[in-house]
């Protein structure tokens, strides 16, 4: 059983009871804002690239049909179209809620720039002042895409079981913007006739099978990437009734998609899909986009310490205005520690929430848990107590204090940081590996009132001073 001075109990029983006293004033503040993917509405493939693929597409097709191997050679009239399962899955390993949100959908009206028409009568959808109209389904990983990339969290899997008819790899896979690169895809011919094309996928993930293969329902494909023309990781999905690509399909059955008579999904999802993607914690502020393609910080964790702070995440997908969202967090006896609920504000495609919060008292299981739309997420941390021995920082001191203008701090070994927290559990002041010996933190700007030190060395051991400013 780890330990605890009893100093450090008496330090945290206060620090926990008057962060307590304020947990409801600072809980009140929901910090949050909208990630918006594709902002520029850049286009996934040029009128070129895209008339090349066809070209390429014909020729591999024509080259099975002389070598007797291709899978389909009529278009199936009479059986009626296939039916796709969705296109994308969360890799074995990972436990994010969902990993996607939709960007845009096919634009049915052919009128440009800014003439929008999805399948529902929506505007969810994009085109440019060049003539292009968006001809696919664009689904983007949220939340933490590039990270998602880079960890292989979302795989790109077959919607309908067919035939490899052309793919291609070895593209670099982390465009930001409009280029002339190529994508690397996977095209694949159902028994219908009909072609899908799944396009952006991450550099080397393509599937091994060759030209020729078949692949069933759900088998992976590839991984989502952002090679060709891309603004972050996301799958462009794009389908035809058959190989001479006259028609394209938009697999969504509604009002505005006239050349559709019924669903071309085997479960149509809802135009406002809500959804909690992700319910999370972290040791440190993730709320960091970083310019693309950099991957972001996520700072995940599911482990803390007594006194430290925790932030708490949530992601949703199309948020709709005026619906609820509620939070609560429960203690291992499963009592609530914080409890609140609110209306959103905003329509969006993602959307994220967190707070932050350092009064934890009690060891054991907490949960996390965050509610909207018919859906409860529950995400589990844990809180443990500090180890002397181990964990809590030695040979170190703070003085004067109580005090009015300054603080020294005094250690025999370098610390890496030094935090000021004020009884909120805000962190007020910042220092960076001070070295060692003594020194000194203005205190001159703060109000009167009680503070808390938190120091912490490369060893990853802490210990926390509580400061009175007169």
Known sequence: MKKITKTSIALLAVFGFLITVHAQESFQKI?????RFNATKTTCLTLEQREN????????????????????????????????NWPIQQATGFDYNATWAISGYVDHNTAFPSQLLDYNCGSQTYDTASGYNHQGIDIYLWPFSWKQMDDSQTEIIAAASGQIIA????????????????WNAVYVQHSDGSVAWYGHMKNGSVTTKTVGDMVTTGEVLGTVGSSGNSTGPHLHFEVYTNASYTQLVDPYYGTCNSLNTDSWWLNQKPYSNSNINAALTHSDNPIVFPTCPTTETTYESNAFE???????????????AGTNLGIQILRPNNSVFYSTSFNTSTTS??????????????????????????????????????????????????????????????????????????????????????????????????????????????????????????
């Open 306 to 320: 007594l006194g430290d702070t925790v932030y708490l995440t949530a992601f949703l997908r199309d948020q709709v």
């Open 349 to 470: 495609s993602s959307w994220y929430y967190y707070w932050y919060f350092n009064s934890f008292d009690t060891v054991g299981e907490w949960k996390w848990e965050v509610s909207y739309e018919g859906q409860t997420v529950t995400h589990l941390f844990n809180i443990q107590t500090l180890s002397v021995d181990e964990n809590e920082l030695q040979a170190v001191s703070i003085y004067p204090n109580p005090t009015k203008d300054y603080i020294n701090i005094s250690s025999s070994n370098p610390i890496t940081k030094a935090q000021l927290i004020d009884i909120q559990g805000k962190r007020i002041k910042t220092i960076q590996n001070v070295s060692q010996g003594i020194r000194k933190m203005s205190l001159g700007d703060l109000s009167n009132g009680m503070y808390f030190l938190s120091l912490e060395n490369d060893a990853n051991q802490k210990k926390t001073f509580k400061i009175i400013k007169e």
């Open 53 to 84: 693929i066809k070209t390429s597409l014909k020729e591999s097709l024509n080259v099975l049909k002389q070598e007797n191997k291709l899978a389909f050679k009529e278009t199936n009239k009479a059986g009626g179209h296939v039916l796709f």
């Open 167 to 182: 793919k291609g790899d070895g593209q670099f896979d982390r465009s930001c913007g409009f280029n002339s690169n190529q």
């Open 31 to 35: 910090n949050g804002g909208e990630y």
